[in-house]
T-cell receptor
Framework: GQNIDQPTEMTATEGAIVQINCTYQTSGFNGLFWYQQHAGEAPTFLSYNVLDGLEEKGRFSSFLSRSKGYSYLLLKELQMKDSASYLCASMDSNYQLIWGAGTKLIIKP | DGGITQSPKYLFRKEGQNVTLSCEQNLNHDAMYWYRQDPGQGLRLIYYSQIVNDFQKGDIAEGYSVSREKKESFPLTVTSAQKNPTAFYLC????????????FGPGTRLTVL
């Protein structure tokens, strides 16, 4: 079956670094997406990885290992506004997104 | 400004009534999607459409219906056959199939009383 696993909740301190992990098992693979979703709002796109390695985009970076079925999202210099849910989604062989349940990130001052 | 609009933001309906959720996009995207989001679960695909006048069932299509008469519009009807319709409904669109960055509307929170 198809499955995306990510932690339910994480807590971090303002100014620190946090890594949110995601493991995936999908029928075929056409890339891994990360989205941010504030409570009651729409998800917004953060990153897309299809090749192994690290993609850096400002304070946010995303890593992919296709052989391990593993990705992580790295957030640096955490700000209070980064408190949100972070959704991992894998694109399967039919180009459909399979979504994880999301990781709720709580930032403390 | 290009984007996706959904209306209304909040919707209340009595049990047994059909209700239609609106989704409009002006991004000139070919593909459109409807998802349902429940607490503690990932987004689940209800229906999707890759082109006008064509659509396919997603993982949880039972009790829902859609139409795609115009490229810009993809309304979702929640019928009385849907056993547990109270949820947050998200509409999304993407330029095409292969690079599938999806842009989301603000969502409609449906509560069935």
């Amino acid at each position: 079956g198809q499955n995306i696993d990510q932690p339910t909740e994480m807590t971090a301190t303002e100014g620190a670094i946090v890594q949110i992990n995601c493991t995936y098992q999908t029928s075929g693979f056409n890339g891994l997406f990360w989205y941010q979703q504030h409570a009651g709002e729409a998800p917004t796109f953060l990153s897309y990885n299809v090749l192994d390695g690290l993609e850096e985009k400002g304070r946010f970076s995303s890593f992919l290992s296709r052989s391990k079925g593993y990705s992580y999202l790295l957030l640096k210099e955490l700000q209070m506004k980064d408190s949100a849910s972070y959704l991992c989604a894998s694109m399967d062989s039919n180009y459909q997104l399979i979504w994880g349940a999301g990781t709720k990130l709580i930032i403390k001052p | 400004d290009g984007g996706i609009t959904q209306s209304p933001k909040y919707l209340f309906r009595k049990e047994g009534q059909n209700v239609t959720l609106s989704c409009e996009q002006n991004l000139n995207h070919d593909a459109m999607y409807w998802y349902r989001q429940d607490p503690g679960q990932g987004l689940r695909l209800i229906y999707y459409s890759q082109i006008v006048n064509d659509f396919q069932k997603g993982d949880i299509a039972e009790g829902y219906s859609v139409s795609r008469e115009k490229k810009e519009s993809f309304p979702l009807t929640v019928t009385s056959a849907q056993k547990n319709p109270t949820a947050f409904y998200l509409c999304a669109s993407s330029a095409g199939q292969e690079y599938n960055e999806q842009f989301f509307g603000p969502g409609t929170r449906l509560t069935v009383l």
